[in-house]
């Protein structure tokens, strides 16, 4: 598996030789066993994510799939400086539509999903069942909001959160992003954080739309961050799991 995802103008020599590699890659490994696989990553939209201007088209021609990594998608925030979902259904099925209007076949593509979410500390003044949390302002590529001023965790830990005396709201849902939400009290600090996170609801949906529109398949980041610990964690699991039916 391909995964480069340094910025690159478009047309550059480096992007063009990215793609040729990949394409040469599978060709040798087909020559020795066709039934090898090449699969390279790509953002959540074809349309220059964090200046990754590459040529998708020839990616797609040269790869058996490409992993479309549906998370991280507020990398760069070009509206209000404020925590949210890391991968909201809308921009799920936008950035999937760039790549099917781009001529790349679905049966080509693989949805990436997060099985993990973003702590993101409040700024100071937050009261503990805000409703909007505002984060701050930290620098990507350019932009100056981003989901840098947060940090990722396993879904697993996060429920474990949720489940805590930390937790100073109720699990929430955003009907627009179709993601789940809750603040809490950061132990070490004693400020108020905002988790965000996809459960079985949130997925489901996706997984549903990737299968009626013919996607080759659908693949989480990570398995192993709902492990099969204790009781409770192995009915997270099972959950999470189960959630992947909405495909197959």
Same mark, same amino acid.
């Given at each position: ?81 404020? +925590?949210?979902?890391? +991968? ?11 790549? *099917? ?28 069942? +805000? ?39 109720? *699990? ?18 004693? +400020? ?57």
């Amino acid at each position: 598996m391909f995964d480069y995802e340094s910025p690159q103008a478009p047309g550059s020599a480096e992007a063009v030789t990215y793609a040729a590699l990949i394409g040469e890659t599978r060709a040798a490994f087909h020559a020795v066993n066709p039934s090898y696989q090449i699969s390279t990553c790509v953002a959540w939209s074809p349309n220059d994510i964090d200046g990754r201007a590459y040529p998708y088209v020839d990616l797609a021609k040269g790869s058996d799939l490409l992993y479309v990594m549906d998370y991280d998608t507020r990398s760069q925030i070009f509206d209000q400086c404020v +925590a949210a979902a890391n +991968a909201p259904v809308a921009g799920m099925i936008k950035g999937i539509e760039g790549y *099917l209007n781009l001529g790349i076949a679905p049966e080509k593509l693989v949805l990436g999903v997060p099985w993990y979410g973003y702590h993101f500390p409040c700024v100071s003044g937050t009261a503990r069942d +805000a409703r909007f949390c505002p984060i701050k302002s930290v620098p990507f590529r350019g932009v100056n909001c981003s989901d840098a001023a947060g940090n990722e965790l396993d879904g697993s830990k996060i429920l474990s959160v949720l489940r805590s005396a930390q937790a100073t709201t109720v *699990l929430q849902w955003d009907e627009n992003m179709g993601a789940p939400y809750f603040n809490a009290i950061d132990a070490g600090t004693g +400020a108020v954080a905002q988790y965000w996170f996809d459960n079985a609801r949130s997925l489901a949906p996706k997984y549903a739309w990737a299968r009626a529109h013919g996607l080759a398949g659908v693949g989480p980041y990570c398995f192993n961050m709902y492990p099969l610990g204790s009781d409770v964690e192995k009915a997270d699991a099972l959950e999470m799991w189960s959630a992947l039916d909405a495909f197959f």
